[in-house]
């Protein structure tokens, strides 16, 4: 029996508007050892980290429609991290790492990106401006939780130059959303 051809975001997003349940199988086919990775860098649990991923399905189908994601896996990224915080925090599951990535950040973002309509438009240009490696070292360190230890043998680095680094590119994303009129 030969496997079924994976279908394009678009095309999965069309069964989710049409309803049919066998969206949650496709996003579960194409996108779930992904939203794993996101849950588990962040909850540092498996079984909490599949929980994670059987609600992002769940949200994934009650928010199409109205929403109408163009890229299913930031979609669905999104909403697997924001549960895994929302998991971490609730469980007070110790991965301090984390925790210490995510008082990094705060005092430039809010914990929950979807409350501030253009904050999401304004993180993709301040990305898009960063030379591939600093973009790199951002995501890995506040969008997927790596420690400054993982990131710095990663990139052969010291971790306090790779800290010094991370702070001056958090005051470029201050410096960056402020001239835009974003308050931080």
């Not at 779930?32 to 962040?42: F, K, R, T």
């Not at 007070?92 to 925790?99: G, M, P, Q, T």
Request: hydrophobic content about 40%; glycine content about 4%.
């Amino acid at each position: 029996m030969s496997t079924p051809r994976p279908l394009t975001d678009a095309e999965i997003v069309a069964l989710y508007l049409a309803r049919d349940e066998s969206a949650v199988d496709h996003t579960a086919r194409q996108y779930g050892a992904y939203c794993l990775s996101v849950a588990m860098n962040i909850l540092n649990s498996h079984p909490d980290a599949e929980e994670c991923v059987n609600d992002t399905y769940l949200r994934a189908w009650r928010s199409i429609p109205p929403q109408r994601p163009a890229v299913l896996r930031l979609f669905l990224g999104r909403i697997t991290r924001n549960l895994a915080i929302d998991r971490y925090r609730e469980k007070k599951s110790r991965n301090r790492e984390f925790e210490v990535a995510l008082d990094e950040i705060a005092e430039i973002l809010p914990a929950r990106e979807e409350d501030d309509g253009d904050l999401p438009t304004l993180l993709t240009g301040f990305l898009e401006s960063l030379p591939a490696e600093e973009r790199n070292l951002f995501v890995l360190r506040y969008w997927h939780g790596h420690s400054v230890a993982r990131l710095a043998k990663a990139f052969g680095m010291k971790p306090n130059n790779l800290s010094a680094r991370l702070y001056r590119t958090r005051e470029k994303l201050r410096a960056y959303l402020t001239e835009r009129g974003y308050q931080v």
